[in-house]
């Protein structure tokens, strides 16, 4: 079984059987990002909230499939060992779609981001992928070009991804712009605004929004039916109970990048720098906060894929 869905693509993957039989099925998969497990959180919190997810993507009603880069090859789904050995191992890289050749060429392990797990997700047939924050424009993108691949990415994806929106460490305002000039569909899921991770809302409006999950499936499917081969992007807002206030976490941003200037903070790095500095500065608050957003989208995530799935079955019969 693993061996005919992995003849798809000339890359090895590897499916854990419980995914493989999922999508020989026709059943719902959300393909879930490493980066969060190897650079999100410190261990162990890191893989309780692995493995939080997992539960929360079943919940949902799907199959979790965790990806990640080991030995040369895409793991498309892990074990709680995986799991545990990603969590575990100091110093694991970050890989965005750039370096996914060089780290599966060279061997050794790898954490995906929202960018690679797309590239990864679309060779293994999984048309759904969770992650609690997307990357985006930066602040200072206009001198700095620091724009996340995960936008490029969007562009060359058929892969529908379902966030929470992203962290205000970006800028909101020219991430949309961005997204709506690369031709990417953003879907609200019952809510007027684009999310702000752990707050609620961005400020921003949503091009759309949608409040029904079938018809969010119908317009992923014509998205693609029209002969687009990119992403769809799917917004859906924390809880109310688990929201942090706005301008307190906008003070800690503020202070937040000035210091990452000082210090001479460049590319990649950026991302991880300026989070672990707004969770210093909201005494864990945001760490917390953090956390049930993760597991929030991946129930979502899980419930939209279903939805998808069930819409496909029905196209197909
Ligand atoms: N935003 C978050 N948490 C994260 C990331 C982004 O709120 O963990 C991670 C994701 O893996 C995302 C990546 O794909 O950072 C984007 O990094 P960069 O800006 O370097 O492209
Ligand atoms: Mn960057």
């Not at 993507?57 to 892990?78: E, K, Q």
């Not at 018809?215 to 109310?240: C, F, K, M, Y």
């Not at 929201?243 to 976490?249: K, L």
Request: charged share 20%; hydrophobic share 45%; net charge negative.
């Amino acid at each position: 079984m693993t061996a005919q869905l992995g003849a798809r693509s000339p890359v090895p993957l590897v499916f854990t059987d419980e995914v493989a039989a999922a999508l020989t099925a026709g059943d719902p998969v959300v393909a879930l990002e490493s980066n969060v497990i190897t650079h999100g959180l410190p261990y162990p919190d890191n893989a309780a909230t692995a493995r939080k997810v997992e539960q929360a993507v079943r919940a949902g009603g799907a199959v979790p499939a965790t990806l990640g880069i080991d030995d040369g090859r895409i793991l498309v789904g892990m074990t709680d060992e995986d799991i545990e050995r990603f969590a575990a191992t100091p110093g694991i890289p970050k890989v965005s779609s750039r370096d996914l050749p060089v780290v599966l060429a060279s061997g050794g392990m790898g954490a995906t981001t929202v960018a690679s797990s797309l590239v990864a997700a679309e060779l293994a047939g999984i048309a759904f992928f969770a992650s609690a924050g997307i990357g985006g424009v930066h602040r200072g993108a206009e001198t700095s070009m620091d724009i996340s691949s995960d936008l490029i990415q969007f562009t060359r994806s058929k892969v529908a991804v379902v966030c929470a929106g992203a962290k205000k460490i970006l800028d909101l305002g020219l991430t949309m712009e961005f997204l709506e000039t690369y031709c990417v569909p953003v879907i609200s899921y019952g809510f007027d605004d684009f999310p702000a991770f752990y707050c609620r809302s961005s400020g921003l409006r949503a091009p759309h929004r949608l409040d029904d999950a079938a018809l969010i499936a119908r317009a992923v499917e014509t998205h693609w039916q029209l002969g687009n081969d990119g992403a769809v992007l799917l917004t859906s807002p924390t809880r109310e109970e688990d929201a942090i206030d706005g301008e307190e976490v906008e003070a800690a941003i503020v202070r937040a990048l000035a210091d990452a200037e000082r210090d001479g903070v460049r590319g990649g790095a950026v991302t991880k720098y300026v989070m672990r500095a707004v969770d210093r500065a909201t005494e864990g608050k945001s760490a917390r906060a953090n956390m049930a957003v993760v597991v929030h989208t991946a129930e979502v995530g899980a419930r939209l894929a279903a939805a998808h799935a069930e819409y496909r079955r029905q196209e197909n019969r």
